[in-house]
């Protein structure tokens, strides 16, 4: 490990239960506290109450503002003025330093567990200073109702697409607003970290990438007779594996032969293959015993809250089509192409919209007149199964998270389908 790895692998430990801005300029800090300050004032009388107070003694400790400094945010920010206001907005001037105070604000709003008018107004002109546009406002109030609820694979999503969050400041936001649920994640990619890399043998290495259990909306109108919107919450309460690129022809060819037709490519996805072609591959390979694990397909459940990694836009990177992430027939030339290409998704999972289809487990569920769904359970019949992701040959708005189509399992014409592991491990 060189020096750089170092220090900051010490400074993730060192900054443990700070705040993620406790690096910054005291002049950051001292506007910082001063602009909290004015929102728990705006409800005190003589001074701020019990639980305001307490909150803003731990941000003040959080970021190691001196007691000097923090006195005097404390006096100033009961009596604010034009100018005042105009620093604080001046000094916090950076996107993600901007999204913590209202974030921080948000949450020192709450202590009393009711929000005043005054208080929702003063964080409307805080956005309004910050020139916060129309949706990303929306789009703050949904995260700061992630933190609420405790979302923590749905904000870990959304920090990731803030202007100037880079992984060590997730890392530290995390560890800040999600402590308990941080270190379960943090055990639990510990715990599976001997299975982010199986060796197949004779060099052949399968990647994966744990998913921590977590919900999502789902919308199962296509399993409806009158085809109306159906979207319930599913809850999937055990974490799985899932590999980071759909299987290619060179992990194909160490249990299979090739199948006519299929690329001989070999960092392409296997593809041209069947369902049933994909069960005797999996049969195959448990039978190998190479880890102490079950290998099969993922349920379509899993697959699409894997693919969406806590988004809930139409495309797992937003509403638009974005070709950056995906192989489709705009840009793939009518081929399936090498995997690992494009961008990944917020979970750092490749091409789960895009290059070939992907099977799924089952051919529907019956069970979505539920408004929770936990754990869906494969359903079956005797010819049909589900395919999710869209593929080189599609257009872009079959690539969406919600995208599905069935086809029959032993259909051997399917050129841009292939598949994509989930392992269970036995512990």
């Not at 599976?192 to 199986?198: A, T």
């Not at 319930?232 to 160490?254: A, D, H, M, S």
């Not at 001989?264 to 005797?280: G, M, V, Y």
């Not at 899993?302 to 089509?321: I, K, L, P, Q, V």
């Amino acid at each position: 490990m060189g020096i750089e790895e170092i220090f900051n692998e010490a400074k993730t430990k060192i900054l443990a239960g700070k705040h993620p801005l406790i690096s910054v300029d005291t002049s950051i800090k001292y506007a910082y506290l001063t602009g909290l300050t004015i929102m728990a004032a705006t409800n005190a009388k003589d001074d701020f109450t019990e639980v305001e107070k307490e909150y803003l003694d731990a941000i003040a400790y959080a970021i190691d503002l001196s007691p000097e400094l923090y006195q005097k945010a404390l006096l100033n920010g009961k009596k604010p003025d034009s100018q005042l206001l105009a620093t604080i907005v001046e000094t916090i001037d950076q996107t993600h330093m901007q999204f913590l105070f209202l974030l921080d604000a948000y949450l020192l709003s709450q202590v009393d567990n009711d929000i005043s008018v005054i208080e929702t107004n003063i964080m409307k002109y805080f956005m309004q200073y910050f020139r916060f546009t129309n949706e990303e406002c929306d789009k703050l109030k949904n995260i700061l109702g992630m933190v609420i609820k405790k979302e923590y694979m749905q904000f870990m999503n959304e920090i990731c697409k803030i202007e100037g969050v880079d992984e060590l400041l997730k890392i530290s936001i995390l560890k800040y607003y999600f402590p308990k649920e941080y270190k379960t994640a943090n055990a639990n990619k510990l715990k599976y970290s001997d299975f982010e890399k199986i060796d197949l043998e004779n060099g052949t290495i399968l990647e994966m990438i744990y998913i921590e259990p977590g919900s999502f909306m789902m919308d199962f109108g296509q399993y409806s007779k009158s085809g109306e919107k159906a979207i319930r919450e599913v809850i999937i309460t055990k974490g799985f594996l899932i590999g980071k690129y759909p299987v290619t022809v060179k992990q194909w060819l160490q249990f299979k032969d090739k199948i006519e037709g299929m690329s001989s490519e070999k960092n392409f996805p296997a593809h041209k293959i069947t369902w049933n072609d994909c069960q005797d591959f999996l049969i195959r390979l448990n039978s190998k015993k190479l880890i102490d694990g079950i290998f099969r397909l993922p349920t379509e459940a899993e697959w699409e809250y894997a693919c969406r990694a806590g988004s809930t836009t139409e495309y797992y990177w937003g509403d638009n089509f974005d070709e950056k992430y995906c192989w489709y027939n705009g840009n793939s030339e009518d081929s399936p192409r090498p995997i690992g290409l494009k961008l990944p998704n917020a979970w750092g999972i490749y091409d789960m919209s895009g290059n070939v289809s992907e099977y799924c487990n089952n051919s529907g569920y019956k069970d979505y007149l539920y408004s929770e769904i936990i754990d869906p359970t494969c359903s079956y019949d005797d010819k049909y199964r589900i395919t999710r992701g869209g593929s080189y040959s599609c257009d872009a708005n079959e690539c969406a998270s919600s995208f599905s189509k069935t086809i029959e399992h032993d259909y051997y014409f399917n050129y841009d389908v292939g598949f994509r592991l989930v392992l269970s491990p036995n512990n």
